[in-house]
């Protein structure tokens, strides 16, 4: 069964902190995703990558950045976690031969 | 640059009736169209989508779409609602000839429909 997994549920952080969200895939996609959620907004694209060590810029990448090191694991790092990131984070994995996107949970993050 | 409209915040029906979600898109070229659900607190379940073929697609939990070429449209529908059935509903579309590599392409989400099915 796919099976996409976010590290948190639930995340509470303080402003200026550094923050890390990790997402893992046991499906052995090459794609994998980070986005926010945001009500009347929709999905944003924060960050994708394509292989290991490989990542390119969504279409909200500022404040954020990502790290992925082996194939199934995706990771999202704030550095300097700020109120305006408070937010739903999705993320998602694809296969190269395929066209849908498998999603995790989720991690509701609130800076304070 | 492609987008998706989800032109309706909020759809309200009754257990029962029919249900139709609506989704417009902007694409340059033949689009990749998807239908997802998210549940409270719960990430995204893919329900359906059109690549290509026969324009009536079918899904998961008995939800159907129609792609409409003429009308840039893939409305969701549902033919009698279930009380389950509330959720928040995404479109998502996807050009393919927008690659940066062998097979890959960018999604673009629809702002999501809340609907809410009355007993």
């Known amino acids: 069964d796919v099976k996409v997994t976010q590290s948190s549920r639930y995340l509470v952080k303080r402003t200026g902190e550094k923050v890390f969200l990790e997402c893992v895939q046991d499906m052995d996609h090459e794609n994998m995703f980070w986005y926010r959620q945001d009500p009347g907004l929709g999905l944003r694209l924060i960050y994708f990558s394509y292989d290991v060590k490989m990542k390119e ?3 909200i990448p500022e404040g954020y950045s990502v790290s992925r090191e082996k194939k199934e694991r995706f990771s999202l790092i704030l550095e300097s976690a700020s109120t305006n990131q408070t937010s739903m984070y999705l993320c998602a994995s694809r296969p190269n031969r395929g066209e849908t996107q498998y999603f995790g949970p989720g991690t509701r993050l609130l800076v304070l | 640059a492609q987008s998706v409209a989800q032109p309706e ?3 309200n029906v009754a257990e029962g009736n029919p249900l139709t979600v ?3 898109y902007s694409v340059s070229g ?3 169209l998807f239908w997802y659900v ?3 607190n719960r990430g995204l379940q893919f329900l359906l989508k059109y690549i290509t073929g026969d324009n009536l697609v079918k899904g998961s939990y008995g939800f159907e779409a129609e792609f409409n070429k003429s009308q840039t449209s893939f409305h969701l ?3 009698s609602a279930l009380v ?3 959720a928040l509903y995404f479109c998502a579309v996807r050009d393919p000839r927008v ?3 062998d097979s890959w392409g960018k999604f673009q989400f629809g702002a999501g429909t809340q609907v809410v099915v009355t007993p």
Do not use: A, E, I, L
Request: glycine share 4%; charged share 30%.
């Open chain 2, 84 to 86: 389950s059935d509330s």
């Open chain 2, 22 to 24: 609506k989704c417009t």
């Open chain 2, 30 to 32: 033949n689009p990749y």
């Open chain 2, 38 to 40: 998210q549940y409270p």
């Open chain 2, 77 to 79: 529908k549902k033919p």
């Open chain 2, 99 to 101: 690659m940066t590599t």
């Open chain 1, 57 to 59: 810029k969504g279409d």
């Open chain 2, 9 to 11: 915040d909020q759809v």
